[in-house]
Nanobody, 120 residues
Framework: QVQLVESGGGLVQPGGSLRLSCAAS????????MGWYRQAPGKQRELVAV???????NSADSVKGRFSISRDNAKNTVSLQMNSLKPEDTAVYYC??????????????WGQGTQVTVSS
């Protein structure tokens, strides 16, 4: 069984910063893409940023220059540093990973979500 556990959400004022972290655990053989999505009330879930196992990244235009993603492949973790936060960044943020388990089965896993609220 594989689990993704997120931490680091909360309430922050506009212009502030937050760092989200996600740790994968369980019967993991290999992790491919690992990243973050978000879903605001009444909107569809959208990609925030993702990083492949070799370090290639992709991110939404709305967060370029403000958010940065990093991974520690040895620890099976991914982090999202969010700077210059705006009210429109308010959403539930979900960790996402493409993982091959110890039985050789590929699957997409999601964390439980962590709330980020940007408000004065």
């Amino acid at each position: 069984q594989v689990q993704l556990v997120e931490s680091g959400g909360g309430l922050v004022q506009p212009g502030g910063s937050l760092r989200l972290s996600c740790a994968a655990s369980g019967s993991i053989f290999s992790i491919y893409a690992m990243g973050w999505y978000r879903q605001a009330p009444g909107k569809q879930r959208e990609l925030v940023a993702v990083m492949s196992s070799n370090g290639n990244t992709n991110s939404a235009d709305s967060v370029k220059g403000r958010f940065s993603i990093s991974r520690d492949n040895a620890k099976n973790t991914v982090s999202l540093q969010m700077n210059s936060l705006k009210p429109e960044d308010t959403a539930v943020y979900y960790c996402n990973a493409d993982i091959m388990n110890s039985r050789g089965l590929m699957n997409v896993y999601w964390g439980q979500g962590t709330q980020v609220t940007v408000s004065s």
